[in-house]
């Protein structure tokens, strides 16, 4: 009889990571036999630990910070989300035993909004990205994917806005930070996808004025669970979205890879993690 399938979330820290908990939720509530747990790989050892990953005893893993983009490139077969944005954040074995990736990450952020803002897409105009790292890559990917026909990427450093937006082609265009004030009255959306805001880091400072009242607010900070870019958004009217949802809808893919079901995000955990957010805020 084969062990139960074990899977981890991976890199370095990987201490406070959330995942287990998510995991661990739907192992119990479908009553599946595995185990999902932490595994820090340090930097130093990284490259080999994924290259050699048929060796860990796991079946897959998630990939965090700050390993996204080397799991990839170690990677025999990727889906065309990592393929486009150069990172994996889900791995698992196949059948023949070769290493294959996928991102889940625009999963996630699609699933969320789905989910919490349903007719969000319905008019895919102009949208506005804050931020030019890995998590702006995957959210410009998927508003690309659901047809968005304009996306501004604004950054402190406007070179590498300037460069994400040459990677996605001529639907996206790269701006420095203080030209944000220009383009934010034609908004459809607004997305921080930046760590300001986030407790313990410095603050989003952004003029929310301009902004048309029409316009969804996202953050993909989910700690605190609302941020305050959320709470002026909502003050003036706009529906918001946190992003804890995108942590719990990326999941769900992976899940279904090594566990063999497709667990639902539902009430119950999203409670369970605000419960456990709220104990450490």
Request: glycine content about 10%; hydrophobic content about 40%.
């Amino acid at each position: 009889m084969s062990n139960p399938p074990k899977a981890a979330i991976t890199g370095w820290p990987v201490t406070y990571s959330r995942s287990p908990m998510v995991h661990g939720h739907w192992l119990k509530k479908y009553g599946l036999e595995g185990d999902y747990g932490r595994r820090d790989v340090d930097p130093d050892t990284a490259e080999d630990f994924y290259r050699n990953f048929k060796d860990s005893g796991l079946v897959g893993c998630n990939v965090t910070v700050p390993h996204k983009e080397l799991a990839a490139s170690v990677c025999a077969e990727l889906d065309p989300a990592a393929e486009a944005m150069g990172a994996a954040n889900t791995l698992w074995i196949d059948d023949s035993g070769k290493l294959c990736g996928a991102n889940t990450d625009g999963i996630g952020f699609l699933g969320n909004l789905d989910q919490l803002a349903p007719g969000w897409d319905d008019n895919p105009g102009t949208a506005i990205v804050l931020g030019a790292g890995g998590a702006a890559r995957a959210v410009i990917w998927s508003l690309l994917s659901r047809k968005f026909e304009t996306v501004h990427i604004f950054n402190r450093t406007a070179e590498k806005a300037m460069e994400m937006a040459e990677k996605f082609g001529s639907s996206t265009i790269g701006h420095s930070w203080d030209e944000l004030g220009d383009y934010i009255g034609k908004a459809d959306l607004l997305i921080n996808t930046t760590s300001l805001g986030m407790k313990g880091k410095a603050p989003l400072e952004i003029d929310l004025g301009p902004l048309p009242e029409s316009a969804l607010v996202s953050d993909i900070v989910y700690v605190p669970m609302k941020t305050d870019l959320l709470k002026k958004a909502e003050a003036r009217g706009n529906r918001t979205v946190d992003g804890l949802g995108m942590l719990l809808h990326q999941a769900v893919p992976a899940f279904e890879r090594w566990f063999g079901m497709r667990p639902e995000v539902d009430e119950e955990l999203r409670a369970m993690m605000i419960a456990d957010l709220e104990k450490d805020g």
